[in-house]
T-cell receptor, first 110, second 112 residues
């Protein structure tokens, strides 16, 4: 049973435009949500997180939005850059473990 | 910067072989984790450890065991490798709150 879902396996965006990556979860008891970025042949790197008591967290070009009633979070990248091309995993933390989604491959086209 | 190293980037083993994957971290983190990454399935937690000689099962521990004799080192053991264990294996470390984990570069294991 996939508790964290990323329904879009891939996304293509023009350079300079906004990238929106989406994630849905099923367990309302998760405490934190995180986004990781993964380049080929490298391990994932932490990008940004949000506590379940907040609805928005911003870090430079990256903003994460949390809609608890819809059990949905999204990552906005503005403006998108070619170096942002990677696989993005959303993850939830709760019950003493992190649960990862299946990933969305973002391609930013120059 | 946190450095997490894994013993091999690529590994090819035969069915039935015993396989050791080793992970070493240099940041004195309490927690260490082993994941596997498969297409369409994301990262799935195999085992984790929150202290030396302590281990806990993750979501998919079957066919695996782990060892943590020193704080900086966490080993994943495939007792008898099978073809369905062909995967990318990722080690990670973290501090007490677990919110942010630091990953190694991964080991791509192929079992033939």
């Amino acid at each position: 049973d996939q508790q964290v879902k990323q329904n879009s396996p891939s996304l293509s965006v023009q350079e300079g435009r906004i990238s929106i990556l989406n994630c849905d979860y099923t367990n309302s008891m998760f405490d934190y949500f995180l986004w990781y970025k993964k380049y080929p042949a490298e391990g994932p790197t932490f990008l940004i997180s949000i506590s379940s008591i907040k609805d928005k967290n911003e870090d430079g070009r990256f903003t994460v939005f949390l809609n608890k009633s819809a059990k949905h979070l999204s990552l906005h990248i503005v403006p998108s850059q070619p170096g942002d091309s990677a696989v993005y995993f959303c993850a939830s933390w709760g019950y003493q473990k992190v649960t990862f989604g299946t990933g969305t491959k973002l391609q930013v086209i120059p | 910067d946190v450095k997490v190293t894994q013993s091999s980037r690529y590994l090819v083993k035969r069915t039935g072989e015993k396989v050791f994957l080793e992970c070493v971290q240099d940041m004195d983190h309490e927690n260490m984790f082993w994941y596997r990454q498969d297409p369409g399935l994301g990262l799935r937690l195999i085992y984790f450890s929150y202290d030396v000689k302590m281990k806990e099962k993750g979501d998919i521990p079957e066919g695996y065991s782990v060892s943590r004799e020193k704080k900086e080192r966490f080993s994943l053991i495939l007792e008898s490798a099978s073809t369905n264990q062909t995967s990318m294996y990722l080690c990670a470390t973290g501090t007490g709150d677990w919110h942010e984990q630091y990953f190694g570069p991964g080991t791509r294991l192929t079992v033939t």
